[in-house]
C-alpha cells in the first residue's frame, strides 16, 4: 500500500498487523470499543484528531508515520519536521555534540534514521585509514561502510559474526518501522560478498561476552581493536528529527583496546 495516499482505516490497519496485533487486543489497550476499531479501520467511522494520535501510540507508531495517519484522516501533523541544522534545534545539536566529545577517546556517531551520518567524534577517523574515498563522501552510510568490500570489511576480523548482527538490527527496524529506505539498504547489503579469508562464523554466546553484544573487532595499523557498543535514542523527543537520532558508542572491550585509543587522540 502507497503510505503517502492510502485512508486512515487501511493504514490503521497495516500498523495494527504489523505489530501483531488483533482488533481486540488492541481495543483492550487502548480501552476502546472493539466495533469502534473495526468500523474505523473499515472507514465506517471517521476517528478523531485525538483517536487517531491515541491509536498510534499504542501502535508505537514512529512520530513521521503518525503525521502521515493525521493527513489520511484529514488532520493538519502534529510534529514538526525540521532538518537537523534549523536554528531552532541548535541547542539539540550541542547536546549530541556533548556526548560524542565526551565519549572520547573511544569512537562514537550520531546517526539519522536511515543509519547516514550526522556527526562523529575524534576518535572514528583514525580507524577508518584505507577505506574507498566514495564510502566517505557525504552522505556517509554507516552500514554501506562497515560491510562494502571497500569499506572496512576485509578488516573486521569477525566479519561473519558481525554481519549477521548488523542484519538482524536492520530487519529489527524495518519490521519496527516499515521504512521502504531501510529495506532497499538491507537488500543491498545483503547483496555485497564475504570478504576473502573470513573465519567461520561462531554464534553470539562464545564470543566472551556472554552472548549480550556481538564485538567489532578491527585489525588495523595500531594493532587489533575490540569493542561493543550501546545504542542511545532520545525518547521523549517531539521533533521528528529528534526523535529519529541515535547515537552509536563504541567502548573498548578489552585493555589492550582502551590503550590503543588513549594513545591515538594523545
Known amino acids: 500500500m502507497n503510505r503517502e495516499t492510502a485512508t486512515i482505516g487501511p493504514l490503521l490497519r497495516d500498523w495494527r498487523l504489523r505489530r501483531r496485533l488483533s482488533q481486540l487486543a488492541l481495543a483492550s489497550e487502548a480501552e476502546i470499543s472493539q466495533r469502534h476499531l473495526s468500523f474505523v479501520e473499515s472507514g465506517r467511522a471517521a476517528p478523531s484528531r485525538e483517536m487517531v494520535l491515541h491509536l498510534a501510540e499504542h ?8 503525521n502521515r495517519l493525521l493527513l489520511a484522516a484529514g488532520y493538519a501533523p502534529a510534529y514538526p519536521d525540521r532538518p537537523l541544522d534549523d536554528p531552532g534545534l541548535a541547542a539539540a545539536r550541542q547536546a ?3 556526548i560524542l566529545t565526551g565519549h572520547e577517546p573511544h569512537p562514537a556517531l550520531a546517526l539519522d534514521r536511515h543509519w547516514q551520518l550526522v556527526s562523529a567524534n575524534r576518535a572514528v577517523a583514525p580507524l577508518l585509514d584505507g577505506v574507498a574515498p566514495a564510502l566517505l563522501a557525504p552522505p556517509v552510510n554507516v552500514l554501506r561502510l562497515s560491510l562494502h568490500p571497500d569499506g572496512l570489511a576485509p578488516r573486521i576480523g569477525n566479519f561473519r559474526e558481525w554481519r549477521a548482527h548488523i542484519l538482524a538490527r536492520l530487519a529489527h527496524q524495518i519490521d519496527a518501522s516499515a521504512d521502504p529506505a531501510l529495506v532497499a539498504l ?3 547489503l545483503k547483496s555485497y560478498p564475504i570478504p576473502p579469508g573470513a573465519k567461520p ?3 553470539a554466546s562464545v564470543t566472551g561476552h556472554g552472548g549480550i553484544a556481538v564485538p567489532l573487532i ?3 595499523g595500531h594493532g587489533t581493536l575490540s569493542f561493543i557498543s550501546t545504542t542511545t535514542i532520545f525518547g521523549t523527543a517531539l521533533d521528528i528529527a529528534l526523535s529519529e537520532l541515535a547515537i552509536e558508542s563504541f567502548f573498548p572491550a578489552d585493555s589492550e583496546t582502551a590503550l590503543a585509543m588513549r594513545g591515538l587522540l594523545g
Open 186 to 188: 538491507l537488500e543491498e
Open 201 to 203: 562464523y561462531r554464534p
Open 96 to 98: 549530541v555534540e556533548l
Open 59 to 66: 501502535l508505537a507508531v514512529p512520530l513521521r508515520d503518525r
Open 218 to 220: 578491527l585489525i588495523t
